[in-house]
């Protein structure tokens, strides 16, 4: 079964990811930031982690540098911001918000399964 890591500032669709995934095969945590996600990655292992790009702090940007420098884990990026604003940076994996359950699951399915 895989585990994902979730994180996300907006306490919202944190809500709405947890309930998407609570009806999946997917083991997940989700946490509101990328403080958060380092000190989990420090103590437990994931599959993969999906994150929004822009958060107060540390952003998601400078989380993927340091998970892919120091855990080797597939980054998701899940982001409000513009396909356009996006096109500087070179993602592969990267979903817009809002989406629908539909379409974030499928979005999963097909970098993680």
């Given at each position: 079964m895989k585990k994902l890591l979730f994180v996300d500032d907006n306490l919202t669709y944190r809500q709405l990811i947890k309930y998407w995934l609570?009806?999946?095969?997917y083991l997940f945590q989700i946490?509101?930031?990328?403080?958060?996600?380092?000190?989990?990655?420090?103590?437990?292992k994931f599959d993969v982690i999906i994150t929004d790009l822009f958060m107060p702090d540390i952003s998601g940007l400078m989380l993927t540098e340091i998970v892919k420098e120091k855990?080797?884990?597939?980054?998701?990026?899940?982001?409000?911001?513009?396909?356009?604003?996006?096109s500087s940076y070179n993602f592969e994996n990267k979903y817009p918000k809002p989406c629908t359950?539909?379409?974030?699951?499928e979005f999963l399915k097909k970098y993680v399964d």
């Open positions: 609570s009806h999946t095969n946490v509101k930031n990328a403080e958060e996600a380092l000190i989990k990655l420090e103590t437990e855990y080797h884990i597939p980054i998701l990026i899940i982001t409000a911001n513009s396909a356009f604003e996006l359950k539909i379409h974030f699951l």
